[in-house]
């Protein structure tokens, strides 16, 4: 027993491991909350897509919205579920970056997958482009409509449809907020397998078309291991029947593969089946300061033979990232941290027994203070501190937007260049003379999911404009190219990505890709402009 | 420390569990090893299948083989890769089950993905059927010829090509053997995410194209999950370069999904990447006595409980598969439990720190004898008694295929239905009078792999015939689709399952599946009259 006292003596010793001090002043607006307001004159000052990208022409293929399509639509949902009213669409009309803005006049409300159904025959006879729509935290403009599309959003469409205790398979409408599905799996036992800063607001079904990653990823791996079945509306209206609820079923092409990712292109997901793994009894959250990208290396690597196991996620943000995060989020809120480091590690273990994972986790801490890989760290004591370190990492997508028009990049490539991309931008802003002080960028910041190769870079500018766009692009995509890395892994390609397809795919792949769109949507109708290159 | 010891010391003396008796003893042959025999002879007696499934009729579209088409061949490949002989040829159009036999007399093996791209394209062109080979080791009659198509074996491809011992990124050529790619990555400190008994054999390759699940699938997860790509040849000769290292890549459809279980009808994987985890350091092997499936499902939800993140494969088998092991294994083959047992499970844990292990799976154990769930057991003490806990396991399918003709069922479900399914088939055949001494069938065995509802249902009669599959299909089907379950659950559709296809899969799921095959493979010439229905 004297071993062990010593050990965390030392390490409470170094690094203020026992927090005397409350986490809690650490409480930011909104990182777990929801995001869209119902103040239509937010979106007033934004600019329409079309100004802004003026290469987008509106399809000749498409019909326009008329007064029959509206009676046709009255005809088969309740009031309460078409919306027309002008200050009413502004909400399904702008995404979340406030950088692009649609001009759609109705938003459906299906509430089943008939209706959807029956609304997809339809806009798919009468060629009526449409956006699938879920809970419109989408960053790279696949939410909203570029033109007149009617956004189908699936907000109407959120029961849990059964969950079974034994398996841990839940079942549940496209539409439920992940968040309310966590709480429902927490109160039995169970978790969601993936998380995001966004889960206040972001529907499993848009998580399913995103293929989402975010903080559980390194652990539970991704919705294309987790996802055991969906239910899809394709445009010509059938209702792909494939909600199982099987681990195991090798009967036939795995289909509802392609539908994860697709980001609406292809048909509307109406419901989900998801395996939930067990949640872990204990967790215990660390937040570490180091000096160097090297020292995160080999904090990354050690946590991975040491933590193993009970390793649940690996999160990094740099000195800027902390920066902003304690600048442009609630007064008050500070780091836990003495001083401010050039790199920060978010270490979260989850295991089935407490005192086991507290020792794997502190003899790793111990190593690292010893070898002098780590600077300065502290481990949450309970869960309102576990939370608090949490909101840190999560706050700073929303942080990062409030330092003005961010142009965002969520690459991934091989670990050891992960931060390399972050100083090259830098650098080629300083030889441009394009940052600082009254010019037209900010900030270069760089977080992200280590685990997985996966940077989330923003350039924070003054505006979204093609000046400050040329200095960041195809660059930022060549040098991912370079790296043999993907200019998205997790964000998707909507509309800022579809046309750098080809920095990440070969052109035979990106064939075969428009082949199976023009198999499954011979008419375009699904979220056109967007995912696959428009020329 | 008094009472850790005393409750070791109980468990010791309840279960035998310091296992003073080594288990040397089981060392069933072939359990890990080669199937493939080269002695033609041993295929001599076995039926062809045309001869045993007469609604197979030779397709009029295929050509058949010219001169012409074996000079061309031999103007790209090396006379080593190109069997003709008749008694070579054996091996080729023989499956491991002795089931089917095809009449190819052609086999090629090309060395590069070049190669195949020239192969494909050329029979494509001519309108000559092919069949992809790899291991050889699939059960459902997919990997032999039914008429005369081309054997293309990947045996010649079997270079590792990259491997990141930071990420744990593999990528390797198609043909590699899985257990040399395991101890490829034992000696880094890796591991494959999958394993089974066929292990000595088998290719990733045909892994990847049966989307094999086996042992690990319980921590690791599918295929689909931890393959992170793919390089595919398709019919028209399209070398698909999808072969990223990355953990993480959203950029447009992930195509490499469709090939993932695709039993080789739509192109041919030459290469795969995968993500390796790390090998845990510690690794621990109990077999346990159960006296009825209640115990069995007792003992499995308190494992995920309390074994949760370090639990890493529950087997179970049942006294009939017990029996047929300690037959049909080699002399002196016992089991280290002293009485027979209606079921057995095999638990592995593995995790980064022994004495945390032996604490958790100590505990769990001593529960479950003093609440009377287990009736006896045995901890492995080294590496050896893991080895052969591990052999009785792995050696039942070959036990299995040496009590008969054995019709093998692998089917997946709600746990609780599990043995249910067993239970059923068994009344049946009694109730029909066609099981016992001298009767068409002697026995009907259950085992597998609980974690994941997945049932291995094997009958076992004195030969496959109309008479015996009438009493079995389609009443397991029926049977199945009742209970929701899965008529593949993992060893794919073939020439088996296939026309079964409907119990499992919807009339639209059908017909987009199809509709895929008809897009990628219009003249149908990758591994015909299997998969998809024939009607
Ligand atoms: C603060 C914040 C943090 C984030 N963190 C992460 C993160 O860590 N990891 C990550 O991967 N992403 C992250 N995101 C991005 C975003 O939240 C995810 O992509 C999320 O999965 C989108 O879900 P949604 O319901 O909001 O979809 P939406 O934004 O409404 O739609 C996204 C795309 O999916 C389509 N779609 C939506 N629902 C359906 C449906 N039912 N059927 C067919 N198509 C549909 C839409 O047409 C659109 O193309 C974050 C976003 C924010 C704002
Ligand atoms: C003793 C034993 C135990 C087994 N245990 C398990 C188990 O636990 N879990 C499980 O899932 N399976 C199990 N199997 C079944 C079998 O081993 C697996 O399906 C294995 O993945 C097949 O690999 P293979 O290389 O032998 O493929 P093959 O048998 O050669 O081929 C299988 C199918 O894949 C196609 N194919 C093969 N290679 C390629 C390629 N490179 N490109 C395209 N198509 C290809 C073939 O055309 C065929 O349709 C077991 C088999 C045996 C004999």
Same mark, same amino acid.
């Given at each position: 027993?004297?071993?062990?006292?010593?050990?965390?003596?030392?390490?409470?010793?170094?690094?203020?491991?026992?927090?005397?001090?409350?986490?809690?002043?650490?409480?930011?607006?909104?990182?777990?909350?929801?995001?869209?307001?119902?103040?239509?004159?937010?979106?007033?000052?934004?600019?329409?897509?079309?100004?802004?990208?003026?290469?987008?022409?509106?399809?000749?293929?498409?019909?326009?919205?008329?007064?029959?399509? /509206?009676?046709?639509?009255?005809? @088969?949902?309740?009031?309460?579920? /078409?919306?027309?009213?002008?200050?009413?669409?502004?909400?399904?009309?702008?995404?979340?970056?406030?950088?692009?803005?649609?001009?759609?006049?109705?938003?459906?409300?299906?509430?089943?997958?008939?209706?959807?159904?029956?609304?997809?025959?339809?806009?798919?006879?009468?060629?009526?482009?449409?956006?699938?729509?879920?809970?419109?935290?989408?960053?790279?403009?696949?939410?909203?409509?570029?033109?007149?599309? @009617?956004?189908?959003?699936?907000?109407?469409?959120?029961?849990?449809?059964?969950?079974?205790?034994?398996?841990?398979?839940?079942?549940?409408?496209?539409?439920?907020?992940?968040?309310?599905?966590?709480?429902?799996?927490?109160?039995?036992?169970?978790?969601?397998?993936?998380?995001?800063?966004?889960?206040?607001?972001?529907?499993?079904?848009?998580?399913?078309?995103?293929?989402?990653?975010?903080?559980?990823?390194?652990?539970?791996?991704?919705?294309?291991?987790?996802?055991?079945?969906?239910?899809?509306?394709?445009?010509?209206?059938?209702?792909?029947?494939?909600?199982?609820?099987?681990?195991?079923?090798?009967?036939?092409?795995?289909?509802?593969?392609?539908? @994860?990712?697709?980001?609406?292109?292809?048909?509307?997901?109406?419901?989900?089946?998801?395996?939930?793994?067990?949640?872990?009894?204990?967790?215990?959250?660390?937040?570490?300061?180091?000096?160097?990208?090297?020292?995160?290396?080999?904090?990354?690597?050690?946590?991975? +033979?040491?933590?193993?196991? /009970?390793?649940?996620?690996?999160?990094?943000?740099?000195?800027?990232?902390?920066?902003?995060?304690?600048?442009?989020?609630?007064?008050?809120?500070?780091?836990?941290?003495?001083?401010?480091?050039?790199?920060?590690?978010? /270490?979260?273990?989850?295991?089935?027994?407490?005192?086991?994972?507290?020792?794997?986790?502190?003899?790793?801490?111990?190593?690292?203070?010893? +070898?002098?890989?780590?600077?300065?760290?502290?481990?949450?004591?309970?869960?309102?501190?576990?939370?608090?370190?949490?909101?840190?990492?999560?706050?700073?997508?929303?942080?990062?937007?409030?330092?003005?028009?961010?142009?965002?990049?969520?690459?991934?490539? =091989?670990? =050891?260049?992960?931060?390399?991309?972050?100083?090259?931008?830098?650098?080629?802003?300083?030889?441009?003379?394009?940052?600082? +002080?009254?010019?037209?960028?900010?900030?270069?910041?760089?977080?992200?999911?280590?685990?997985?190769?996966?940077?989330?870079?923003?350039?924070?500018?003054?505006?979204?404009?093609?000046?400050?766009?040329?200095?960041?692009?195809?660059? @930022?995509?060549?040098?991912?190219?370079?790296?043999?890395?993907?200019?998205?892994?997790?964000?998707?390609?909507?509309?800022?990505?579809?046309?750098?397809?080809?920095?990440?795919?070969?052109?035979?792949?990106?064939?075969?890709?428009?082949?199976?769109?023009?198999?499954?949507?011979?008419?375009?109708?699904?979220?056109?402009?967007?995912?696959? =290159?428009?020329?």
């Amino acid at each position: 027993m004297l071993t062990m006292l010593s050990r965390i003596h030392s390490l409470r010793a170094i690094s203020r491991l026992s927090l005397k001090r409350p986490l809690g002043g650490i409480n930011f607006l909104g990182a777990r909350a929801t995001f869209s307001t119902h103040n239509p004159s937010y979106f007033a000052t934004n600019r329409f897509t079309v100004d802004e990208y003026p290469y987008l022409k509106r399809s000749e293929s498409f019909n326009r919205l008329s007064e029959k399509d /509206i009676s046709y639509f009255k005809s @088969i949902l309740a009031s309460s579920s /078409i919306t027309q009213d002008a200050e009413d669409l502004e909400a399904f009309n702008n995404d979340w970056l406030r950088k692009y803005r649609g001009q759609s006049k109705l938003v459906l409300k299906p509430s089943s997958a008939e209706q959807v159904s029956q609304i997809l025959k339809y806009c798919n006879e009468q060629r009526l482009a449409v956006v699938p729509q879920g809970g419109n935290t989408g960053l790279v403009g696949g939410s909203v409509p570029v033109f007149d599309e @009617i956004v189908i959003s699936l907000s109407h469409m959120s029961k849990i449809r059964s969950f079974d205790e034994v398996s841990g398979a839940l079942v549940c409408d496209a539409g439920c907020i992940l968040e309310v599905l966590d709480k429902y799996l927490e109160e039995r036992g169970y978790i969601m397998p993936l998380d995001l800063g966004a889960k206040g607001s972001c529907h499993i079904g848009g998580n399913v078309a995103t293929n989402a990653g975010g903080l559980r990823l390194l652990r539970y791996g991704s919705l294309h291991g987790t996802v055991l079945g969906l239910e899809v509306v394709l445009p010509d209206g059938t209702i792909l029947d494939n909600l199982s609820t099987l681990r195991k079923d090798n009967t036939g092409y795995d289909l509802k593969q392609l539908f @994860i990712g697709s980001e609406g292109t292809l048909g509307i997901i109406t419901a989900v089946s998801i395996l939930s793994p067990k949640r872990s009894k204990a967790t215990n959250v660390a937040l570490l300061g180091l000096n160097n990208f090297d020292q995160l290396q080999a904090t990354f690597k050690r946590s991975k +033979d040491e933590l193993s196991e /009970i390793l649940s996620a690996f999160e990094f943000w740099d000195r800027e990232a902390m920066r902003l995060a304690k600048q442009h989020l609630v007064a008050g809120a500070h780091d836990p941290l003495q001083s401010l480091y050039p790199f920060y590690i978010l /270490i979260e273990t989850s295991g089935s027994n407490k005192d086991h994972d507290d020792e794997k986790l502190n003899t790793f801490l111990e190593g690292l203070m010893t +070898d002098d890989v780590i600077q300065d760290g502290v481990v949450a004591q309970d869960s309102t501190q576990i939370h608090n370190l949490w909101a840190i990492r999560e706050g700073i997508p929303e942080a990062c937007s409030k330092a003005g028009a961010v142009y965002k990049y969520d690459i991934s490539m =091989p670990v =050891p260049v992960l931060y390399q991309a972050v100083e090259d931008m830098r650098a080629r802003l300083v030889k441009e003379g394009a940052i600082g +002080d009254g010019k037209l960028f900010s900030s270069v910041i760089g977080y992200g999911h280590v685990g997985d190769g996966n940077l989330h870079l923003n350039v924070a500018a003054t505006e979204f404009c093609k000046e400050a766009t040329d200095l960041i692009e195809p660059y @930022i995509f060549e040098w991912t190219a370079r790296h043999a890395g993907s200019i998205s892994a997790e964000h998707g390609l909507g509309l800022s990505k579809n046309n750098h397809l080809h920095y990440s795919k070969s052109p035979s792949m990106i064939q075969l890709m428009r082949r199976f769109k023009q198999l499954i949507d011979p008419n375009g109708i699904m979220n056109p402009y967007k995912y696959l =290159p428009l020329v």
